[in-house]
């Protein structure tokens, strides 16, 4: 977040375009509005600030947590490393904040501070709302009473249903996700962000991935499931990253699960629909339906 009193002068570091191509990094451009104190002494205002991000989604709730940080920091004197690196710490300690860069002071009255912030792939049920994850497992701020919509369509929901009221510690942000069952079910949010395009993303609806099972209803291995509006439930198989012999690959699959939207919308009113396999079809509802 580069913090500046002059927007035309403030100069980007070479390694953040780069970022922003290969990670889909988001990065703030902070503009901080000119003053100078007594004797000609310059600095800048952090609660004077414009906020410039080409991110797909940013929550609202973390452009108000980026602010508060902002405010509280005040009017820093332009030559004050200390206040200044108080501020990118500051920064660092919030939950959605993956990385801060290197401080760059613009004189005489401008700062440029580069954030990377993490990018949600999932949301976790924290009691009756929800938070958004990121891909490394870390737990992001933004309470929301649905799940949160993102990238054209809804961010998928980390199963089994129920699973955070089976701990005296509900999930709070900052916290990584350990649970082997929100391990694997976030495995596979990820790859459906890469793999599955904005439309069937849309088409698909909420979603939530329950990988409590290891076993499909049919016993054999991987027991993945997504379980949509309307009753409907994706029989997905092993959860991505592991090798196994003679799996079928993840694009595959989430191909599979583009054809049975297209299905869908094309009048076939499945209730189960298996992609495990090369050539996806239904599977009998007293499979896996009746299984909870």
């Known amino acids: 977040m580069p913090l500046s009193a002059n927007p035309k002068r ?20 902070t503009s901080l509005s000119r003053d100078a104190q007594g004797r000609g002494v310059a600095s800048v205002d952090a609660s004077c600030y414009r906020l410039h991000s080409g991110a797909q989604w940013v929550s609202e709730a973390w452009r108000n947590r980026i602010e ?20 990118a710490r500051d920064l660092a300690q919030l939950s959605f ?23 949600p792939v999932a949301c976790v049920g924290v009691g009756e709302d929800f938070l958004p994850v990121a891909v490394d497992g870390t737990v992001l701020a933004g309470y929301s009473y649905a799940p ?18 089976e701990t005296m510690n509900p999930l709070q942000p900052g916290d990584v996700l350990d649970d082997p069952r929100h391990v694997d079910a976030l495995a596979v949010a990820a790859s459906m962000n890469q793999y599955l395009g904005t439309t069937d993303r849309r088409a698909l609806g909420r979603v939530l991935i329950d990988a409590s099972r290891k076993l499909g209803p049919d016993s054999l291995p991987g027991g993945v499931r997504l379980d949509l509006e309307g009753a409907r439930r994706i029989l ?14 993840e694009r595959d699959k989430w191909e599979n699960v583009s054809e049975g939207l297209a299905r869908l919308a094309a009048g076939e009113a499945w209730e189960v629909f298996d992609v495990r396999w090369d050539v996806p079809d239904q599977a009998r509802r007293d499979d896996s339906l009746g299984e909870d």
């Not at 030559?79 to 501020?87: C, H, Q």
């Not at 997905?236 to 690959?249: M, Q, V």
């Open 10 to 29: 403030a100069r980007v570091p070479a390694w953040i375009p780069l970022g922003i191509a290969l990670a889909g990094f988001l990065w703030l451009l």
């Open 236 to 249: 997905f198989g092993r959860p991505p990253g592991g090798d196994f012999p003679g799996e079928l690959r």
């Open 97 to 119: 904040v993956a990385e801060v860069g290197e401080p760059e002071v613009i004189w005489p009255d401008g700062l440029s501070l580069p954030i990377r912030l993490r990018e």
């Open 148 to 165: 949160h919509e993102a990238y054209g369509g809804w961010l998928p929901v980390l199963g089994p249903a129920g699973i955070v009221y």
């Open 68 to 87: 508060r940080v902002l405010v509280r920091a005040g009017r820093i004197p332009a030559g004050d490393r200390e206040a200044i690196g108080e501020l």
